[in-house]
């Protein structure tokens, strides 16, 4: 498995810790050469640590493993959005002593998936396993915003997307970079009271895991709602041609 973190820029003082693309390819859960890695790395860190994160998500244990590493660090984490946190990638971002998000940068939360097979039994099983991943992800957003289990629940059942401003308010983060000062910002709306539930097409799931193309796929039916119809795969040639 590749590596998907690289620290740099080491001193006694700070260190830089770069994630860039998915959290995992697959999953790192029983594998003990990556996250062994990955706490030897961290160990040899002193100081305060800065996380630039830029993941559309992964294995959801993945995250957990560094999220309790993270949090577990002796010195400041402060964590950087500069690009997107979606999925599992979210839960990585709320281990920061401080997390803040680039004015462009995007959060996303949604319920984790697996694949299961089997009898009744088995199905039921993998349900109450999902629940008590949803529960254990749930934790850690409480614990970074002012939210009720219930409304970060109802989040994550629709699938938020959130920009810096949004994220700002809602409280999973506690800046936004490059801001010379605080801006001032409108609390967080109320939770509206559910009238109807909408119907939800069916979903491919995967192995105790945020879908990373599923956050990518539904990033680009978001965009391609507000470009009059454009076709997909023309906004993916347009965005393929964008370098940062």
């Given at each position: 498995m590749e590596k998907f973190w690289q620290f740099k820029n080491s001193d006694e003082k700070e260190t830089e810790l770069i994630f860039n693309g998915p959290i995992s390819d697959e999953t790192w859960w029983g594998d003990e050469i990556t996250p062994a890695m990955f706490r030897d790395e961290l160990s040899k860190v002193k100081g305060n640590l800065t996380v630039w994160l830029n993941s559309p998500g992964g294995d959801c244990f993945s995250a957990s493993q560094i999220y309790t590493m993270l949090r577990n660090h002796k010195g400041k984490i402060t964590v950087k959005i500069d690009g997107i946190a979606a999925s599992a990638a979210s839960v990585v971002a709320m281990a920061g002593d401080e997390t803040l998000i680039?004015?462009?940068?995007?959060?996303?939360?949604?319920?984790?998936m697996t694949i299961a097979w089997g009898n009744k039994s088995d199905m039921e099983k993998a349900i109450n396993e999902l629940e008590e991943v949803?529960?254990?992800?749930?934790?850690?957003?409480?614990?970074?915003?002012?939210?009720?289990?219930?409304?970060?629940?109802r989040l994550m059942d629709e699938e938020t997307w959130m920009n810096a401003e949004?994220?700002?308010?809602?409280?999973?983060?506690?800046?936004?970079?490059?801001d010379d000062k605080k801006a001032e910002t409108s609390p967080a709306p109320e939770p509206e009271e559910e009238t109807s539930k909408p119907e939800k097409e069916p979903e491919n799931i995967q192995l105790m895991t945020f879908s990373v193309s599923r956050s990518?796929?539904?990033?680009?039916?978001?965009?391609?709602?507000?470009?009059?119809?454009?076709?997909?795969?023309q906004l993916e040639k347009r965005l393929n041609l964008l370098k940062y």
């Open positions: 680039s004015p462009t940068g995007m959060i996303m939360i949604h319920n984790p949803k529960e254990s992800i749930i934790n850690a957003y409480v614990r970074k915003t002012t939210l009720s289990r219930e409304e970060i629940s949004k994220a700002l308010q809602l409280g999973f983060v506690d800046g936004i970079l490059f990518r796929d539904s990033f680009m039916q978001k965009v391609s709602a507000h470009t009059d119809g454009v076709p997909i795969e």
